[in-house]
C-alpha cells in the first residue's frame, strides 16, 4: 500500500514542476518554437491560465482516475489540485493540493501529509516561468544549448537543453517539422522518492486565444506513470493570490 500511495503521490509532484541541426542554431529553433505556437505578441499578452480536466494514475493496484486543476499566474505562481478516488484499493479518497507563490512552495496530501516543496521540485517551480521559459530565457539567466537531432517515436526532433541558473537542466524535443515541443526530460530528486528521470510527452495541441496548448499530456518514470487530459482552457483571468499560498492553518 504505501508504494501505491508514493506512486499517485509522485503524479502531482511531478505536475507541479509540471512545464519546450545542420545549418540551425538554439537561438533559431526557439523562435520557431514560439511562432509555432503562437508568437511573441500572444504570449506576451498572457497573463494568467486556468485548466481543468482529468488526470489517470497507473499504479500496481490499477488506474486510478479524477478530476484535476491547474491554475498558472505570471510569472510563475502555480497551483495543482489532484483528486483521486482510491477506494477500490482499500485506500479511499486522495486530495493533493501543491501551491507555488514565486518564492516558496506548500503541498497538502490528504494521506501522506503536508510538507514544504524543497530541493530540486522547489527550483523546478521557481524556473517555470508562465507562459514559456523560453520566451525571455536570456533575461532570466538560462541557457539553452542544440544537442543535435534525435528521434521520438517516427519524428525528427530537435534537442535543447535548458539550463537555468539553479536546480535541474531539461531536454526539450522539439518537432523539427511543426516546431513544437513534443517531449521534455528532467531527472530531479523528487522526495520521498528519490532521483528520478521523468519524460512528458506533450500532444493534442488546440489553439486557445491564438496560442497553441497541449491538450495531452502524458508522463512517465521508473516509479509510475499518468495521463492528463485537459478539457478546458481560459486565459487572463483575475485569479484571487491566497489560490497560491499556503494555508494559515
Known amino acids: 500500500m504505501t508504494k501505491l500511495l508514493r506512486v499517485v503521490a509522485v503524479a502531482g509532484v511531478l505536475l507541479g514542476s509540471v512545464h519546450t541541426a545542420a545549418g540551425q542554431t538554439a537561438d533559431e529553433i526557439v523562435e520557431k518554437h514560439l511562432a509555432a505556437i503562437g508568437g511573441r505578441a500572444a504570449l506576451s499578452k498572457l497573463t494568467s491560465r486556468v485548466m481543468a480536466g482529468t488526470i489517470t494514475v497507473s499504479t500496481p493496484a490499477g488506474e486510478f482516475s479524477g478530476p484535476l486543476e491547474i491554475w498558472n499566474q505570471a510569472p510563475n505562481k502555480v497551483r495543482t489540485l489532484i483528486n483521486l478516488d482510491l477506494s477500490a484499493a482499500g485506500v479511499g479518497k486522495m486530495t493533493i493540493d501543491q501551491r507555488f507563490d514565486g518564492t516558496t512552495g506548500y503541498a497538502m496530501d490528504s494521506l501522506q501529509g503536508n510538507r514544504d516543496i524543497t530541493g530540486d521540485q522547489l527550483e523546478g517551480m521557481r524556473n517555470s516561468v508562465f507562459p514559456t521559459p523560453l520566451l525571455n530565457y536570456k533575461q532570466n539567466g538560462i541557457s539553452v544549448d542544440l544537442a543535435g537531432k534525435e528521434k521520438v517515436g517516427e519524428r525528427d526532433a530537435y534537442v535543447l537543453v535548458i539550463k537555468p541558473k539553479t536546480g535541474p537542466s531539461t531536454k526539450s524535443y522539439i518537432d523539427a517539422t511543426t516546431f513544437m515541443i513534443i517531449r521534455q526530460v528532467v531527472t530531479a530528486d523528487i522526495p520521498p522518492v528519490g532521483t528520478i528521470e521523468q519524460t512528458t510527452d506533450l500532444s493534442d495541441e488546440r489553439e486557445v ?27 487572463n483571468g483575475a485569479l484571487d493570490q491566497t489560490l497560491f499560498t499556503k494555508p494559515a492553518n
Open 209 to 235: 486565444d491564438g496560442v497553441k496548448v497541449a491538450h495531452k499530456i502524458v508522463n512517465t518514470s521508473s516509479v509510475q506513470s499518468f495521463t492528463v487530459t485537459i478539457s478546458k482552457v481560459e486565459h
